[in-house]
């Protein structure tokens, strides 16, 4: 299978992103006399293209639940109050989204800006995901926090906040990065049918999939408000960590160990000595972390949205084991 290579476009405004779309019955778009046999994809996710007329995202069942971006954003505007926007994208219809406030936490000789990202596509390649969770089968009050460095206008998305404290997640990183125990799977399952209702457990057992609007608005809303009103970040402390930590060998040799493709770790490089220059200072493994970063979502790359989240927090793992 071939893969288109595209890069990400940037907008600051919703507007680039809020336009009409609509799931339409694949079968009213057929042309007098043609029936369709297929049983499994019928909906067809259609929205205004950028060059006029109309683009056909994808095709999807009938159970396939749409997000608009507008119902994002009304969201949003009801939540918060002051931010800013930094908008990644593809024309494919796919889009990340980082929501910054104008809180800012201390990073070195830096200032990053509280932030929080939300993925969404209309292609059904990237899940929606708030934080890069997905939507989930229980609110929790402990949520992810997100950072938006201006030196580079990149939103971070590595997250540790799902670790109770410092030691937790280095003895993690330490045991090889184990899955959940199946205890704890048992112990979440059981704790989630004790608290939510049985209907609204089913409406949140799988992403995409019967949302209803007024459910998935409230849903959202309750994780903004956790988020906003959540003081600390174990992230932050790794990011402080990391920035702490000098790069102990040649850069060039730990970026290529982190596992990102050839290309995107050339340029991971470049924007490592960039930044040297920039700031002044000696390579630590906070600008590694960064440069990666930047390279992921700025560089061309076949790889999908969801795809650069990835590798991003597999890279923020990787190098604070370096710190062990």
Request: glycine share 4%; hydrophobic share 35%.
């Amino acid at each position: 299978m071939s893969f288109i290579s595209t890069s990400l476009e940037q907008a600051s405004s919703w507007e680039d992103i809020c336009f009409p779309i609509e799931a339409v019955e694949l079968s009213s778009l057929l042309p007098e006399g043609y029936q369709l046999l297929a049983t499994d994809r019928q909906i067809a996710i259609i929205g205004d293209s950028h060059l006029g007329g109309k683009d056909i995202f994808a095709l999807q069942s009938k159970e396939y639940s749409l997000i608009p971006n507008s119902l994002i954003r009304s969201v949003i505007d009801d939540c918060i109050s002051g931010y800013s926007l930094n908008i990644r994208y593809t024309t494919q219809g796919e889009f990340s989204i980082a929501i910054i406030l104008p809180e800012k936490v201390n990073m070195g000789s830096e200032q990053l800006y509280k932030s929080v990202i939300i993925n969404n596509s209309y292609n059904g390649k990237t899940p929606f995901t708030i934080q890069g969770t997905s939507i989930g089968m229980y609110n929790e009050k402990r949520v992810r926090s997100s950072y938006y460095r201006e030196i580079c206008s990149n939103g971070l998305m590595g997250w540790v906040d799902d670790f109770i404290s410092m030691q937790d997640y280095l003895n993690w990183l330490a045991a090889g990065q184990p899955k959940k125990s199946k205890d704890r799977q048992q112990q979440v399952s059981k704790e989630i049918k004790e608290d939510i209702p049985k209907e609204e457990l089913l409406q949140k057992r799988f992403s995409h999939k019967g949302l209803k609007n007024e459910w998935f608005k409230e849903y959202l809303a309750k994780e903004l408000h956790n988020f906003l009103n959540y003081p600390k970040s174990l992230t932050a402390q790794v990011y402080n960590r990391l920035s702490s930590k000098p790069v102990s060998k040649e850069a060039e040799s730990i970026i290529t160990d982190i596992g990102v493709p050839r290309m995107l770790a050339k340029q991971a490089q470049d924007r490592l000595r960039r930044e040297e220059k920039l700031l002044s200072v000696k390579p630590n493994l906070w600008l590694v972390y960064n440069a990666v970063n930047y390279a992921l979502f700025n560089s061309r790359s076949s790889l999908t949205i969801n795809d650069r989240y990835k590798l991003d927090e597999s890279a923020l793992h990787y190098l604070t084991t370096q710190t062990i």
